[in-house]
């Protein structure tokens, strides 16, 4: 298993397009994590997943971010409609249940809307 | 609502000198778990350390270790003889709710940018 793999590792678009990203898990952990990290800042939560269910997601998050985990292994975070407010890195990670042993981090992916 | 507080935002040093970063959080939980993360400037995050509340042995990684205080909630990292690719944003997480109504998951500090000169 070579950990947490996040596609693409770049995206740029232009404001009002839709963008989808994706993240391939570590095959064992049945945890899976978004998040969105602005320079300088600390991880900000977006969405979680157990197996297939999405158990949580941040109540400021905007509808048009939506997310999904069919078959409880990759997931896939679309983002709709996208502004420039948007731009920033989106983590994925993934853990062995409530993460006592720690999250395993992807590379992120980047989005910068122009 | 549980939260972390790094209160260092940067903190610079020179190359084989020791450091502490500083980390304190709230929480009314008993048993929970805590973490320093490191994330080098355009890579990926990566967990430093652990540690579990229940026990009071301070957990130690080759050149990095905790100072943990579980009754004053205090969670210091401490890198003994620093190297240049320590240069890194630290970040301090414990596994926690956001609110009542939340799942337990990890709850982050804001970081600390941590600049190793040589």
């Known amino acids: 298993d070579t950990g947490v793999s996040q596609n693409p590792r770049h995206k740029i678009t232009k404001r009002g397009q839709n963008v989808t990203f994706r993240c391939d898990p570590i095959?064992?952990?049945?945890?899976l994590y978004w998040y969105r990290q602005t320079l300088g800042q600390g991880p900000e939560f977006l969405t979680y997943?157990?197996?297939?269910?999405?158990?949580?997601k941040s109540r400021l998050l905007s509808d048009r971010f939506s997310a999904e985990r069919p078959k409880g292994s990759f997931s896939t975070l679309e983002i709709q409609r996208t502004e420039q407010g948007d731009s920033a890195m989106y983590l994925c990670?993934?853990?062995?249940?409530?993460?006592?042993?720690?999250?395993?981090f992807g590379s992120g992916t980047r989005l910068t809307v122009v | 609502a549980q939260t972390v507080t790094q209160s260092q935002p940067e903190m610079s040093v020179q190359e084989a000198e020791t450091v502490t970063l500083s980390c304190t959080y709230d929480t009314s939980e008993s048993n929970y778990y805590l973490f320093w993360y490191k994330q080098p400037p355009s890579r990926q995050m990566i967990l430093v350390i652990r540690?579990?509340?229940?026990k009071q042995q301070n957990a130690t990684e080759n050149r990095f270790s905790v100072n943990f205080q579980k009754a004053a909630k205090s969670f210091s990292l401490k890198i003994s003889d620093s190297q240049l690719g320590d240069t890194a944003m630290y970040f301090c997480a414990f596994n926690g709710r956001l609110d009542r109504d939340s799942n337990y998951q990890l709850i982050w500090g804001a970081g600390t940018k941590l600049i190793i000169k040589p």
């Open positions: 990670a993934s853990s062995l249940l409530d993460g006592y042993y720690g999250y395993t």
């Open positions: 540690q579990e509340a229940y």
């Open positions: 095959s064992e952990h049945n945890r």
């Open positions: 997943f157990q197996n297939e269910a999405q158990l949580e």
